[in-house]
């Protein structure tokens, strides 16, 4: 099973201020990952596929990079309606689908 | 594209409970279909996987839940189920529905996600 380990456990940023999440993968998942947001009470939503590629309807701000075992998601400046959890999410090796146990983007 | 999970609820330790995914806006028959779960305050775990007609129809479990729980789908309706049998307190969790997504392949993320269900198994 492919462990997924996220960094930090929670981001403090104030908004308008870039955010820089990290995802490191136990093994190598070529680029096969994604990076989901949940806001509280609410379902997941993806917002990154394929380790890069923004899912419809996700704005720019969002951008993810990375390959192998390690992975980013850049949010270039924070909107009030990002402060969220994120997680990663691998998909190269099913099953199962692991994920990271998410990062919290709080109000700095 | 919409996916509506319903079936949720308060259960005794050792009962079963059946929920259902009902899909639309989308070609249900030729998707993928999975459920997660969350328990309180905790990440995201995957359930089940159940693979389309065209690739067999054939089903992925779990370790925690292979044995207790079955996917299964029912394309004439556009619904996908998991039927929880032998619920343990930690099987506490919302329950979510979604749909596995690929490019040419079949190495699958998720998108969308229902609005998911909750059980709660307590005595």
């Known amino acids: 099973e492919i462990v997924m380990t996220q960094s930090p456990a929670t981001l403090s940023v104030s908004p308008g201020e870039r955010a820089t999440l990290s995802c490191r993968a136990s093994q190598s998942v070529g680029s096969n990952l994604a990076w989901y947001q949940q806001k509280p009470g609410q379902a997941p939503r993806l917002l990154i596929y394929g380790a890069s590629t923004r899912a419809t309807g996700i704005p720019a701000r969002f951008s993810g990079s990375g390959s192998g075992t390690e992975f980013t998601l850049t949010i270039s400046s924070l909107q009030s309606e990002d402060f969220a959890v994120y997680y990663c999410q691998q998909y190269n090796y099913w099953p199962p689908w692991t994920f990271g146990q998410g990062t919290k983007v709080e109000i700095k | 594209v919409q996916l509506v999970e319903s079936g949720g609820g308060l259960v005794q330790p050792g009962r079963s409970l059946r929920l259902s995914c009902t899909a639309s806006?989308?070609?249900?028959?030729?998707?993928?279909m999975t459920w997660f779960r969350q328990a309180p305050g905790k990440g995201l775990e995957w359930v089940g996987f159940?693979?389309?007609?065209?690739?067999?129809?054939?089903?992925e479990h779990a370790a925690s839940v292979k044995g207790r729980f079955t996917i299964s789908r029912d394309d004439s309706n556009s619904v996908a189920y998991l039927q929880m049998n032998s619920l343990k307190t930690e099987d506490t969790a919302v329950y979510y529905c979604?749909?596995?997504?690929?490019?040419?392949?079949?190495?699958?993320?998720?998108?969308?996600w229902g609005q998911g269900t909750l059980v709660t198994v307590s005595s």
């Open positions: 806006g989308f070609n249900f028959g030729a998707s993928a």
């Open positions: 979604t749909r596995g997504q690929a490019e040419t392949t079949t190495l699958y993320w998720f998108d969308p």
């Open positions: 159940i693979r389309p007609k065209g690739y067999g129809g054939t089903t």
